[in-house]
């Protein structure tokens, strides 16, 4: 049994901050606020003076293989990207090289308060499960596998996702992913969605990304791609569907309709120039899940999560022309506990019985006054404010360095793997 104790802090509740202490028994939250020290043993013991406590970010839509692809095939659009640059190259990749890519991304996450991911891996994601397992990190991982419409394909591929159910730890459990309705048959879409209800696992795909996209499934099926996903089983509290960037009213209806879990990317669909933005106002209303993401750093550049959610708040305003369309409360949730709730977890929120998954912030000169510190959360902070990062209840960052891994041979292992493959 372990305990950890955060004392004389700010925590922040979803119904606000308090001033006080927590205390972790396990991998879980069991008390918050002014309680008494006596008799509350700890293993370890935090000074939180000074320090912000939140839930640690989800960030839901990763490819932590591409970690060193940064700067990789800048300037093209996704087609091209994807297919002249991204995929010839991933298809290269070593898994020795995946691995030290998969450690940078961890690196890179964690240090700027993501507590769980959801990722998606073209090729082989067993270096992604032994990376994050390394690093302490909770999430979901899977290969989004594709058959270009050949159904010749189908079997292989399905055996190799099959292989991949048994993969798992109490932190990182696999998912099942289908690329997306362009690059996939109808029969490879039904199967694996088959098989990860058969599974009990997660299903991530990618989803109206592009107008191209949109149009190209409404001329093979004569359905919009959302449309299209219901008419085959796709649509349930299960799925999580990554971009939805290009959405009819009716397809917003039907996501609502079926409980699906949403991913915006808005920092990666803009630079990518996809056009469209994801209405995650509407999505909400409706009853989807709503989360965030920051897909790979190969189209983002960064996998900072408060540039995410800062993103994600402006375009709704932008868009809806609507400046308290998007409250700073509800965007926060969906950076956080939204996101937790799509891989069916109890975390991403602070009170007793959540997962103790949680982030420590300076209140350094850009949290400060607090007005409204939501708003701060979501358009000021950074992760220069983030001290230290604990998942499970185990301390992972400590005043800014790891506790579980060697930062500075990491980032040498990607430096030499980046070397070696572009070079």
Same mark, same amino acid.
């Given at each position: ?12 509740l979803?119904?606000?901050?308090? @001033? ?19 008799g509350?043993? @700890? ?9 912000l ?18 700067? *990789? ?9 994807? /297919?002249? /640059? ?13 691995? #030290? ?26 270096p ?14 899977s ?23 048994? *993969? ?9 992913? #289908?690329?997306?309705p $362009? ?40 359905? $919009? ?14 799925s ?30 803009l ?6 933005i ?10 989807a899940? =709503? ?16 540039e995410?959610?800062? +993103? ?5 305003? %932008?868009?809806?022309? /609507? ?6 409360k ?6 956080? =506990?939204?996101? *937790? ?9 602070? /009170? ?22 939501y @708003?701060?959360? =979501?358009?000021? #902070?950074?992760?220069?404010n983030?001290? %230290? ?21 990491? +980032?040498?292992?990607?430096?030499? #793997?980046?070397?070696?493959l +572009?070079?």
């Amino acid at each position: 049994m372990s305990s950890l104790l955060i004392k004389d802090t700010t925590v922040l509740l979803p119904t606000g901050s308090v @001033s006080g202490h927590l205390y972790v028994d396990e991998d879980k939250i069991s008390d918050i606020g002014s309680f008494s020290l006596s008799g509350k043993k @700890s293993d370890l013991v935090i000074d939180g003076s000074g320090k912000l406590l939140m839930p640690g970010f989800a960030n839901m839509h990763t490819h932590v293989s591409l970690q060193i692809f940064r700067g *990789y095939g800048e300037g093209l659009p996704l087609e091209r990207w994807l /297919k002249e /640059k991204i995929w010839p190259a991933e298809e290269k990749q070593t898994p020795a090289q995946v691995r #030290a890519a998969a450690n940078l991304a961890f690196c890179e996450m964690i240090k700027s308060g993501t507590t769980c991911f959801a990722d998606m891996c073209i090729f082989d994601p067993l270096p992604v499960f032994d990376s994050a397992s390394k690093f302490g990190i909770r999430g979901s991982v899977s290969r989004g596998i594709l058959n270009s419409n050949d159904d010749s394909k189908n079997s292989d591929l399905l055996d190799a996702v099959q292989n991949l159910c048994e *993969y798992g730890t109490d932190l990182v459990s696999p998912s099942i992913s #289908a690329h997306a309705p $362009y690059t996939c048959s109808k029969e490879l879409l039904i199967q694996t969605k088959k098989l990860a209800k058969k599974k009990g696992l997660k299903y991530q795909i990618h989803v109206s990304e592009t107008r191209k996209e949109v149009f190209e499934i409404l001329d093979r099926t004569g359905k $919009y791609p959302i449309e299209y996903l219901d008419s085959i089983g796709l649509l349930d509290s299960d799925s999580i569907f990554a971009h939805c960037g290009w959405l009819t009213k009716r397809e917003i209806s039907l996501l609502g309709k079926n409980k699906v879990n949403i991913v915006s990317c808005p920092v990666s669909n803009l630079k990518l120039a996809t056009g469209g933005i994801c209405q995650l106002h509407e999505l909400d209303a409706a009853g989807a899940n =709503v989360s965030l993401g920051t897909d790979s750093v190969a189209s983002n550049n960064s996998l900072n999560m408060f540039e995410t959610l800062k +993103f994600a708040a402006l375009l709704q305003k %932008h868009h809806y022309w /609507k400046a308290d369309v998007l409250s700073a409360k509800r965007a926060f949730e969906f950076a956080t =506990v939204n996101g *937790y709730h799509a891989l069916g977890l109890n975390g991403g929120i602070i /009170k007793k019985g959540a997962l103790a998954d949680m982030v420590l912030l300076d209140k350094s000169a850009n949290l400060r006054p607090v007005n409204d510190i939501y @708003s701060n959360l =979501v358009y000021s #902070a950074s992760p220069a404010n983030i001290s %230290h990062v604990i998942i499970g209840g185990k301390l992972i960052l400590k005043d800014g360095k790891f506790t579980t891994v060697d930062e500075e041979q990491i +980032f040498r292992e990607a430096d030499n #793997a980046a070397a070696d493959l +572009f070079g």
